[in-house]
């Protein structure tokens, strides 16, 4: 058991928390953050999504399967976030050096 129900994973975890996770996930790729420090932080986030559905929504105050599933899809926000907009600013930091090669991407500029 997950500790919720789905309208309360889509609007707590997936709408509120994915897009804590998303902004996050930017904020990180602006300041030029390792990866590394997303996870980090999506743990956190995913602690702050655990409490919330317990204390507001009734849910499973001890459900690990609960925790780590709405961290992963927290944590994966914040992954497509922090990719797309490190790609976007690879690109106009250095646009002698790189282009766009898709939304996640950047390639070198070749002759």
């Known amino acids: 058991?997950?500790?919720?129900?789905?309208?309360v994973f889509?609007?707590?975890?997936v709408i509120l928390m994915g897009g804590a996770g998303w902004l996050m996930g930017q904020a990180l790729a602006r300041?030029?953050?390792?990866?590394?420090?997303?996870?980090?932080?999506?743990?956190?986030?995913?602690?702050?999504d655990w409490f919330l559905t317990f204390?507001?929504?009734?849910?499973?105050?001890?459900?690990?399967?609960?925790?780590?599933?709405d961290t992963a899809v927290i944590v994966a926000f914040a992954?497509?976030?922090?990719?797309?907009?490190?790609?976007?600013?690879m690109v106009a930091q250095y646009p002698w050096l790189y282009r766009r090669?898709?939304?996640f991407r950047?390639?070198?500029?070749?002759?």
């Open 10 to 13: 889509l609007g707590v975890t």
């Open 101 to 103: 090669a898709g939304p």
């Open 31 to 48: 300041g030029w953050r390792p990866v590394w420090q997303v996870v980090g932080y999506g743990l956190l986030l995913g602690f702050a």
């Open 55 to 69: 204390s507001l929504f009734d849910g499973a105050l001890l459900a690990p399967l609960g925790y780590v599933i």
């Open 106 to 111: 950047w390639r070198p500029r070749g002759g």
């Open 79 to 89: 992954l497509i976030g922090y990719r797309t907009t490190l790609a976007a600013k």
């Open 1 to 7: 058991m997950t500790g919720a129900t789905f309208p």
